[in-house]
């Protein structure tokens, strides 16, 4: 079985600019969450999607966003990059929404670099 | 809200030498716990998650923990480690009564396994 794909796995962008990352999920798995990981801060979550909604959301600007196809596969997009958004950025993947004690699977991420 | 406090940021051993990594949690409410390992340019994959019941958990890799309630902690341990155990180690944390996304992470302990 596949486990979850992210594309690209390393982006460069400038200032400024605007970023959409891809995500598609282990298959069968209907909960897709992202987290952004950086030196600084560690990994945070971002935004939860499940049936095309989004359930539940970290603390980040409204630049961030996301939204959720209907075969699962997910995407997010941060608009106006700043430097600070530099990190990778990793998708997992969950049988169960709405169980806590269910097994997220991760993507390997997409290193993204804003200069 | 929950936050986990990883005590030791970097943890040098020899190989076939024992480790525990230490992970304590602050909750207010009951939480699962889980320990997850991050390769060089990889995501996250599960080492194992405490759940219920027996407070001694395995998993892969030889890997175990033990869950302590009275004293909110959740270190890793593995008796004998290898080479290829180099890598970073995350302890997180999720509510019981919430979702699967919402995973607390800590900010990591690197292991670096020598000869």
């Known amino acids: 079985k596949a486990g979850v794909t992210q594309t690209p796995r390393y982006l460069i962008k400038t200032r400024g600019q605007q970023v959409t990352l891809s995500c598609s999920p282990i298959s069968g798995h209907r909960s897709v969450s992202w987290y952004q990981q950086t030196p600084g801060q560690g990994l945070q979550f971002l935004f939860e999607?499940?049936?095309?909604?989004?359930?539940n959301k970290g603390n980040f600007p409204g630049r961030f966003s996301g939204r959720q196809f209907s075969n699962s596969r997910s995407e997010m997009n941060v608009s106006t990059l700043e430097l600070g958004d530099s990190a990778l950025y990793l998708c997992?993947?969950?049988?169960?929404?709405?169980?806590?004690?269910?097994?997220?699977?991760f993507g390997p991420g997409t290193r993204l670099t804003v200069l | 809200a929950q936050s986990v406090t990883q005590l030791d940021s970097q943890v040098p051993v020899f190989e076939e030498a024992p480790v525990e990594l230490r992970c304590n949690y602050s909750s207010s409410v009951s939480v699962y716990l889980f320990w997850y390992v991050q390769y060089p340019n990889q995501g996250l994959q599960l080492l194992l998650k405490y759940l219920s019941g027996s407070t001694l958990v395995k998993g892969i890799n030889g890997f175990e923990a033990e869950f302590n309630k009275s004293q909110t902690s959740f270190h890793l341990r593995k008796p004998s480690v290898h080479i290829s155990d180099t890598a970073e180690y995350f302890c997180a944390v999720s509510d019981r009564a919430g979702t699967a996304s919402k995973l607390t992470f800590g900010t990591g302990t690197r292991l670096q396994v020598t000869l």
């Open positions: 997992a993947s969950s049988r169960n929404p709405g169980l806590a004690a269910d097994t997220q699977y």
């Open positions: 999607y499940f049936s095309e909604t989004q359930r």
